[in-house]
């Protein structure tokens, strides 16, 4: 067991931890706490790149969507048509910000275009980069459809996320259950909405 003092190994460390988008040092020093605190040896064998270099840097990944310079620069096309546009079963991870636990899951996205399209490969490199970080499904649902709205320009947008929570998985009722969120911005046809629920249910 230790203090939580850092130690000489943690200040020596030569990399530019202090030149990144998130502090390591920090970071490192909080997960040797965390270790301590639970009972285990953070000098021991297996343990001591835990804290020192893995899981500061997985956190510097798993947190990007709070860093602006890291959104995908959404390029447009024009065009003249104005149909649906869906892309369906994209892969989503995010953590929790109740108990610091992923999420996962698929994102379903549709838009109606007004003048111009994304290319596809975007529409994932966003809801990808909008999931990196602390929150909470439906808030992050939300988030998603108004940020393409504002990125596409799109007349309207649809978003669907269906994830499991390993915080209900792993603890508390440890249940293995699919929630679904939906938001909408701008107003979609009663014929695209059944397009949207007819593309989403040909992923099952």
């Keep these: 067991m230790t203090d939580g003092t850092p130690t000489h190994d943690e200040s020596d460390e030569t990399d530019d931890e202090h030149d990144g988008p998130v502090d390591r040092d920090q970071l490192a020093h909080?997960?040797?706490l965390l270790?301590?605190?639970i009972g285990e040896d953070p000098g021991r064998d297996g343990l001591v790149e835990t804290w020192e270099r893995r899981v500061p840097a997985a956190y510097e990944e798993l947190t990007r969507g709070y860093r602006e310079d890291e959104r995908p620069t959404m390029r447009t096309f024009d065009t003249d048509a104005d149909d649906l546009v869906v892309k369906t079963g994209i892969p989503i991870y995010s953590l929790c910000e109740h108990h610091l636990l992923p999420f996962h899951g698929v994102a379903h996205v549709a838009y109606r275009p007004d003048g111009e399209v994304v290319g596809l490969s975007k529409l994932a490199r966003y809801v990808k980069?909008?999931?990196r970080k602390l929150t909470?499904?439906?808030r992050?649902?939300?988030?998603?459809a108004e940020g393409l709205d504002e990125a596409v320009a799109a007349d309207a947008v649809a978003v669907e996320l269906?994830?499991?929570?390993?915080c209900e998985a792993m603890r508390g009722v440890e249940a293995h259950t699919t929630t679904t969120s939906r938001a909408t911005?701008?107003?979609l046809s009663a014929d695209e909405r059944?397009?949207?629920?007819?593309?989403i249910a040909a992923e099952h």
């Design 162 to 166: 269906s994830t499991t929570h390993l």
């Design 185 to 187: 911005v701008g107003d």
């Design 194 to 199: 059944d397009r949207f629920r007819d593309a």
């Design 129 to 131: 980069w909008a999931s």
């Design 30 to 32: 909080a997960t040797r």
């Design 35 to 37: 270790l301590d605190a």
């Design 140 to 144: 992050l649902t939300r988030d998603i």
């Design 136 to 138: 909470v499904q439906e």
